[in-house]
């Protein structure tokens, strides 16, 4: 799933290509991706854009009062090309959730959004105002904006008895961190990923605001300015421990382990985070704290 990094790098990439730009066809292909009815899709055309914005995981391309959303999910993905093509594509068939064209100054682009698998949750929005989309209006503050600081972390945590690890995921919480960066953020600040939120000490509070800045920050700098194609590779090759079960930690040496559960599944490294201890998969036994 693209998270807070990739879904930047994204949404500056299309504001630099679609900026100026006019909607030239839009289509929906997928009976369930369109999330909403008023205004309808076709309202778009002919509607310059102004402008690409991200808010959490969402990307919002506005164009003259409207707003196409769309947040990936799991398994969507945007490509992008210079050279649009002009069929019609069938309703339910295929990867392709959604196709945009557009036209300007600089030539023709267009964006197929596109989600592999049986299981399909990425999701359209045509709104007069990104905040009308339900989960924009419920995110949580934005790690790399002004009013979060490391007291406003410690206020987070400290009121909450859950683990850490879902708390940094959730979206209501704080937008954008997913999965795989909160495994490579607890790793960097050396904490377990099911202590519980408000056991973290001041300190613990500190080393996590910082991980969580650094981390994050590095992957931004990474996904800055590639084209979608290039993302996701740019996400995998600085992860120390998330999708690495049974390589050795590049700090200690140990090896990374892993907890599964239904649909997911999260890394670690015992030496570094959990004082050596392995933590029990859910499906056999009880957490080890």
């Not at 990094?5 to 292909?29: M, Y």
């Not at 995981?57 to 947040?71: E, R, T, W, Y």
């Not at 309703?91 to 392709?96: A, F, H, Q, T």
């Not at 050396?190 to 519980?196: G, K, L, M, Q, T």
Request: proline residues 5%; contains cysteine.
């Amino acid at each position: 799933m693209p998270e807070l990094p990739e879904v930047a790098g994204l949404a500056g990439f299309l504001d630099e290509q679609l900026r100026g730009s006019v909607f030239s066809k839009v289509q929906i292909v997928s009976f369930a991706v369109l999330k909403t009815a008023d205004p309808p899709f076709t309202a778009l055309q002919d509607r310059a854009v102004t402008g690409v914005r991200r808010f959490g995981k969402f990307v919002s391309i506005d164009a003259d009062g409207l707003s196409f959303v769309f947040h990936l999910a799991k398994a969507g993905w945007v490509r992008f090309t210079d050279s649009p093509s002009d069929g019609q594509l069938r309703m339910g068939k295929g990867y392709i959730a959604a196709r945009l064209a557009f036209t300007g100054a600089a030539g023709p682009h267009g964006i197929d959004l596109t989600e592999a698998g049986t299981k399909k949750s990425l999701a359209v929005y045509v709104v007069r105002d990104p905040q009308d989309v339900p989960g924009i209006a419920t995110l949580g503050p934005d790690p790399f904006s002004s009013g979060f600081d490391a007291d406003a972390l410690a206020a987070i945590l400290g009121s909450s008895s859950q683990q850490v690890k879902g708390l940094l995921r959730s979206q209501g919480v704080i937008a954008g961190i997913g999965n795989a960066y909160s495994d490579e953020i607890l790793h960097a600040a050396r904490i377990s990923p099911f202590a519980v939120a408000k056991s973290l000490d001041r300190d613990s509070v500190q080393v996590l605001y910082d991980a969580i800045h650094s981390v994050l920050g590095t992957a931004l700098a990474e996904a800055q300015g590639k084209p979608p194609s290039e993302l996701k590779d740019a996400k995998r090759s600085h992860m120390r421990v998330h999708a690495r079960t049974g390589q050795a930690c590049p700090v200690c040496g140990d090896t990374v382990r892993e907890v599964s559960f239904a649909d997911t599944a999260l890394q670690y490294c015992p030496t570094c985070q959990t004082k050596g201890k392995i933590l029990a998969d859910r499906r056999t036994s009880k957490f080890l704290k």
